[in-house]
Every structure is written in structure tokens, then in C-alpha cells.
């Protein structure tokens, strides 16, 4: 037996069984061999103030991650004021890029993240972010910096969207599966919010010449700028964050797969359905929150970009958690087809109110209607990464016999598969951050929008049909 796990491991063990572990094995730093969340012994005893410490490192970590991602979205519109003579198409591909490269990187990150371990991918995953944000620092101070340049910048800070993809993959193996729902809504949920902090923070930190490193930029009307202050900010950050890391998580010997193992999820259906409805929730929070500032300023130019755009994104990922906690009870299916009922007519009331015909539309109503897309998107965020555990748990250990031999194989060959898609339809997903603000690039506003619509109402049928009807193939 290892010295991990001392006598009681048993998982029909009673509330009164009694179990002695060696805090060592369990301290900051250190890889944890062994590891069973759902023996509520162990989990009582040491199992979940360890997973607790690792969830609450990770989130700070995931945020500023965020907060690189999205960077751009709030930059592109500054641009223009200091002197940039970028296209409104050009600006609006400088916020699209970064999801091009972080769907793609995340999903190289999301098989290598529990092939190296949280500590160590949240680590390094975490301090290579310096380098974009140094080289943005210093590019943006120069207006004749060439436009190549700036997509190649962009196109780095959207690597920091790639650590979602390791983070909740990983975090996930920490919980028993009666509080994954709430511990990936958090992660992700708290994680999420680095979007509405940098675009809250932004506007503020580039009037301060008191903690800028560098020149000051000017707008039109003489006033000073310091959008390096944007970027140079969350250096120091990253640093401290990626040390607590290293320092204070642990790596999970269990949840070590080499890709060979991992590779299995692209022959299971439900990874590409769970993709195809985690496109419509996560890909439409992520492209809107990217597309939103520049889409108000171009819009709607009399309303301030600072005062308004921050705000769905931050209701989106505070309604992920609320979306995680409310399918722990309720049911992940049912939870997602209220979320794409929602944003189809969420986005429909966008479309009423967008400027039409030479008249000027309605900002608030606009406004609001955005707001309940962000809202119901954060909330089939937290269903849709309830149901795919609870999916593939039911698809393996249907039939077998829990305490087996064959269950227990079973139970971890699910949890390292639901890792694996988590991963993976959170990579897929990211390139709405792409598409999106693309669409609203290359095509009409309106016409964008009707193409999300018609998109959500595909979603409410698959959810519905695999997941939610009474005889559903894989009830959530």
C-alpha cells in the first residue's frame, strides 16, 4: 500500500471511518500519487482543502491569462486616437487574431497540460505571457510601428488564451464528480472575468504617467496617453502568479496521460457534440466580449467604450459559476437548452435595435440585450462543462458493478476522457474569438447576427435530442 493512503481507502467506508494520511505527501510542490476524490474518507481528511488550494492558485493564474487574451480588444480602440492610421477592418482583425492562435494553441495545451501537471504547465504557461506583453509595451509607444508587426503581437497574446484549456482540464481530476460542476464554474467562471478586468482597468492605467515606463502618446486634442501602462502592468503579475504556482499547487500522478492515450476522444461522438454546443455558449461569450468595444464605438459613437464594455463580459463569467451550481442540481441539459433559448432571443432583441434605415437605434435597448446574451452564454458555460463529465462517466460504468475491479478501471479511463474533451471543445470553442469580430469585419452587423441565431437553434435541437428527452442517449 502506498504511504499516501494509510489503512481505511475503502469507498463505501461510513461517515464515522477514520483514516490517517501523511500531510507530507499532500504539501505544496510535491506530485500526488495517489489520489481518490470520491472516497469520502479521503476527501473529508486531505483530498479537499489540497484540490481547494490548487482551484484558488489556479484562478488568479487564468484570469491575467485572460487578461493577455483579450488585451487587444481595448487596445485596437485606442489606436486610432494617438495616431495609428489602421482601417476599422484592420483594428477589428488586430481583436480577432489573438482567438485564431489561442483555439489553436489550446489545443495543443489541452493534451499537454495533464501530460506535465498544473503546477508545473501553470507555471511556465503563465510566464511566457511577459514576452508579448513586453514587445506590446514597446511597439505601441511608435505609430509608425507597421501593421505586421502588430498581428504578430496580437497573434502571441493569444496564447494566453491556450491556459483555459490546461487549467480546467486539470483542475477537474482534483473534484468528485458531485462538485466538478461548481469547481470548473469558478475556475473558469473567476478565469473568465480577466476579460471585463482588462477592459474595465485599461481605460484607467493608460492615463497614469506616474507608473508608465516610457513616452506618452497624444490624442488629437493634446491629451497624454500611456497605452504601453495597457501591457507593462501585468508583467510583474504574471511573475508573481506563475511563482505561486510552482511553488504552491501540486501535480496529480493520475492524471499523467501520455497523448496516445488521450487521442481515444476523437472517435467518441459525444466529444463533437459537446463541441458543437460549447462553440455556441463559450464561442459566442468570448467572440462577443472581443467584438463588443469596437462594435460599440463603431455603432454607437456617442457612448463611452470604457463605461459600457466591461460590463457583459463580467456578468458572462460571474453567470458561468451561477450556470455550473444551478446544473449540479438541476441538470446540465436542461440548463443549456434554457441558456441558447436565451441568447437566441437575447440576440434577436440586438438586431431591433441596431441602427437601421439612416435612424440612429436605440443604445440602451441594444445595450441591454447584450447583456442577456453575456448572461445566458455564462450560464451554458457552467451546464455544458457539468454535462461532459457526467456523460462520459455514465457511458463507461453503465453496467458494471461499483467497488470492481472493472468499475474502478472504468471510472478513471472516464475522468481522464471528460479531461480530455474539456480540453478540447474549450480549444475548439476559443475560435469564436476569431469568427466573430471576423463576421462583423467582412459582412452587416444584422447579417452576423441572424447567423448566430439560426446557429443557437441548431444547438437547442442537439441538446435536446442527445441530452434532454425523455429516452435521450446520454442523459445530463
Excluded at 491629451?223 to 503579475?237: D, E, G, I, M, S
Excluded at 472581443?290 to 460571474?318: H, N
Amino acid at each position: 500500500m502506498s504511504s499516501a493512503l494509510q489503512p481505511s481507502t475503502r469507498h463505501d467506508a461510513g461517515p464515522d471511518a477514520t483514516a490517517s494520511y501523511d500531510p507530507a505527501n499532500y504539501r505544496p510542490g510535491r506530485t500526488i500519487t495517489e489520489w481518490e476524490p470520491e472516497n469520502e474518507v479521503f476527501w473529508r481528511s486531505v483530498g479537499r482543502k489540497v484540490a481547494t488550494r490548487n482551484l484558488w492558485i489556479a484562478v488568479p493564474a487564468l484570469l491575467v491569462a485572460f487578461v493577455v487574451w483579450q488585451v487587444w480588444s481595448v487596445t485596437a480602440t485606442n489606436l486610432k486616437d494617438v495616431g495609428f492610421t489602421f482601417s476599422t477592418s484592420q483594428l477589428f482583425w488586430l481583436t480577432a487574431i489573438p482567438g485564431l492562435t489561442g483555439g489553436t494553441a489550446r489545443i495543443l495545451y489541452t493534451f499537454l497540460g495533464p501530460m506535465i501537471g498544473q503546477r508545473r504547465f501553470t507555471a511556465l504557461s503563465t510566464v511566457v505571457l511577459i514576452v508579448p506583453l513586453i514587445w506590446l509595451g514597446i511597439a505601441i509607444q511608435n505609430t509608425s510601428t507597421p501593421y505586421g508587426v502588430m498581428v504578430i503581437i496580437a497573434a502571441l497574446c493569444g496564447i494566453g488564451g491556450a491556459n483555459f484549456a490546461s487549467s480546467l482540464a486539470n483542475i477537474g481530476f482534483f473534484f468528485p464528480k458531485k462538485e466538478k460542476g461548481n469547481a470548473t464554474g469558478i475556475n473558469g467562471g473567476l478565469g473568465n472575468l480577466g476579460v471585463s478586468v482588462v477592459q474595465l482597468l485599461t481605460p484607467i492605467v493608460i492615463t497614469f504617467s506616474t507608473i508608465a515606463i516610457g513616452s506618452a502618446q497624444h490624442k488629437k486634442d493634446g491629451t497624454p496617453v500611456y497605452l504601453q501602462n495597457a501591457a507593462f502592468l501585468w508583467v510583474p503579475v504574471l511573475i508573481v502568479l506563475a511563482l505561486i504556482a510552482w511553488f504552491g499547487q501540486n501535480d496529480l500522478k493520475v492524471a499523467s496521460t501520455p497523448f496516445s492515450r488521450q487521442k481515444v476522444i476523437f472517435k467518441r461522438k459525444h466529444n463533437w457534440l459537446m463541441t458543437w454546443l460549447y462553440v455556441g455558449t463559450f464561442g459566442s461569450f468570448i467572440g462577443f466580449a472581443a467584438a463588443l468595444p469596437l462594435l460599440i464605438k463603431t455603432t454607437f459613437p456617442a457612448y463611452s467604450v470604457a463605461t459600457y464594455a466591461w460590463m457583459g463580459p463580467a456578468l458572462g463569467a460571474l453567470a458561468r459559476w451561477a450556470g455550473g451550481w444551478i446544473a449540479d442540481k438541476l441538470g446540465g441539459a436542461k440548463v443549456t437548452i434554457i441558456s441558447f433559448v436565451g441568447m437566441a432571443l437575447a440576440i434577436i432583441g440586438v438586431i431591433n435595435f441596431l441602427p437601421t434605415g439612416g435612424g440612429s437605434g436605440n443604445f440602451f435597448g441594444f445595450f441591454g440585450c447584450f447583456l442577456a446574451a453575456f448572461f445566458f452564454s455564462g450560464i451554458g458555460n457552467g451546464s455544458t462543462f457539468r454535462q461532459i463529465p457526467v456523460i462520459f462517466r455514465n457511458q463507461h460504468l453503465k453496467g458494471l458493478t461499483e467497488g470492481t475491479p472493472e468499475y474502478a478501471k472504468a471510472l478513471k479511463q472516464s475522468e481522464m476522457e471528460a479531461g480530455a474533451v474539456t480540453g478540447f471543445t474549450s480549444a475548439i470553442a476559443a475560435y469564436g474569438f476569431f469568427f466573430i469580430p471576423a463576421m462583423f469585419a467582412n459582412f452587416a452587423v444584422t447579417s452576423a447576427m441572424w447567423g448566430f441565431v439560426a446557429f443557437y437553434v441548431s444547438c437547442i435541437v442537439v441538446a435536446w435530442w442527445f441530452y434532454a428527452r425523455k429516452g435521450a442517449e446520454a442523459p445530463s
